[in-house]
Every structure is written in structure tokens, then in C-alpha cells.
């Protein structure tokens, strides 16, 4: 899937909608058994996804906040594989919802959680995710000063699985997706995924977001 919202694809209602709409139909197909999400911004060949657009969430009524964070909820239970360059907050948040992550080497490029810094906080589903990847102690630290990671420090700490130079990330990324894809049948893999994800399902079913 090419996301192509100029200029930083951030994810705005209308954007989220159209995604969310694209993921129900592969769903639905039955031929499909893996997604790679990438950023073809002609304009900005460097950015994964902005997060959430800013503008989405200021000065807009209750009904239009409701209805975006209801499509920001939907966006993260749906997705499964990307590769990409500079993803801060819902950018990163959208990556950490992907099986594997494959980023750009180049040190230009950031990814994390930087909500604190723009004085807001990361909702709880958006740490767990990240506690989940990274870990309890590099969760605190990256949220609570906000940090976004140079790829070879995401990479250190388990952010992303794997650095490329950034012409080869779709091949390599086209190539990771093939051997996932050998692994035999459906069913135990997302068995597989589910017995990983009990506990957090469990604590979204608390929180009443399933
Ligand atoms: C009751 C329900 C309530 C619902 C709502 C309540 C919300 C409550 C808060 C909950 C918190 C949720 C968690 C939040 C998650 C988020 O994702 S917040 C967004 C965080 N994103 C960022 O901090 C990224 C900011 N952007 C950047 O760092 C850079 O732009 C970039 C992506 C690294 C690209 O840099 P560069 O190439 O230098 O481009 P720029 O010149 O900076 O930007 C180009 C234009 O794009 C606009 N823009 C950038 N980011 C966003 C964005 N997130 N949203 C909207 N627009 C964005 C930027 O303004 C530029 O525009 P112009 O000036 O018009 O060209």
C-alpha cells in the first residue's frame, strides 16, 4: 500500500477513512495474505507519516474529535507490515502496529513517541504498544522525554527491526515479506499472534476499546 497524502501524509479523518476502507477490502480478499506500507510522497520521498494531523485535533467540535479519534482506534486494530523513513508519534504508532519494521538508514530520519513534547500525552493503547516492542524501561525513558530515535538507535533498542540503505528498502522489504509468507497456513500463525497479544487484548477489552 503506497500512502500518498502530501505533504507529510499525516493522518488526517479524511486520510484514516480511506485507509481504514482500503485494509476492510484486502481483508475481504482472500488472496491476500500480507501488506507492506510505504511512503511515495513525490514532494517528500523522506517521510513515513507526520502522525496525526495536528490541525484534526485543534479548535474542531466535540462530534469531529470523536469521530477522528474513533478512526484513529480502528486504523491501529487493523494493521500488519511496513517499511519506512521519518515517523514521529502516530507515525511511529502506525509502524508498531506492523509485524516488521524496515527503516531507511539514514540519519536524517527519526521515529518515536513525541507526544511530551508537543505537550500531550500517548494514550495508554499507544504506550502498551510500545512497552510490548521495546520494552517497560525504554518505554518510560522514550516517553516520557519524548525522544525520537536516529535509525541506529531505534534499532538498538528493538524500535525497528532492520536498517537498509534507502534504495533497497522495498526490495528488502518485498523479500522479508516472502519468507513470512512461507510459513505454512493461516491458523497458527494468528493463533500464534493472538496468544502474543492475550494480555493487551484483555487490558483493551477493560478499557472497553474492543
Ligand atoms: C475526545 C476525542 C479527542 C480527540 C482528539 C484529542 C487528541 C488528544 C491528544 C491525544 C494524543 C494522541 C497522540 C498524538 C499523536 C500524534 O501523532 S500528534 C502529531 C505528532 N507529529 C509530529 O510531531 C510531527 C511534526 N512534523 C515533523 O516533525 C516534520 O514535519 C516532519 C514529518 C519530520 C517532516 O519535516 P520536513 O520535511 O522538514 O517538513 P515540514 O516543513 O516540517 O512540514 C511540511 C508541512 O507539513 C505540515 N505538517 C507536518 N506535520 C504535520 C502534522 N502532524 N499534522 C499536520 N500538518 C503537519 C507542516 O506544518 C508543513 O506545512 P506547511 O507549513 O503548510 O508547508
Known sequence: MHMQSPPVNSLSLDFLTELCISLE???MDKGCRGLIITSVLSNQPKVFSAGLDILEMYGKSPEHCGEFWKVVQEM????????????????CLLSLTCDYRIMADNPRYTI???ETQLGI???FWFKETMVNTVGHRNTEVALQL??????????KIGLVDQLVPEDQVFTVASQTMTKWLTIPGNVSVITTKSTLNLLFSFQLWCFNLV
Not at 494493521?79 to 508519534?89: E, I
Open 121 to 123: 500525552v500517548a494514550p
Open 25 to 27: 477490502k484486502l481483508e
Open 146 to 155: 519524548g525522544l525520537l530515535y536516529k535509525p541506529a538507535e531505534a534499532l
Open 76 to 91: 491501529w486494530l487493523k494493521f500488519y507490515g511496513s517499511n519506512m523513513g521519518s515517523s514521529p508519534a502516530g507515525g
Open 112 to 114: 518515536g513517541l513525541n
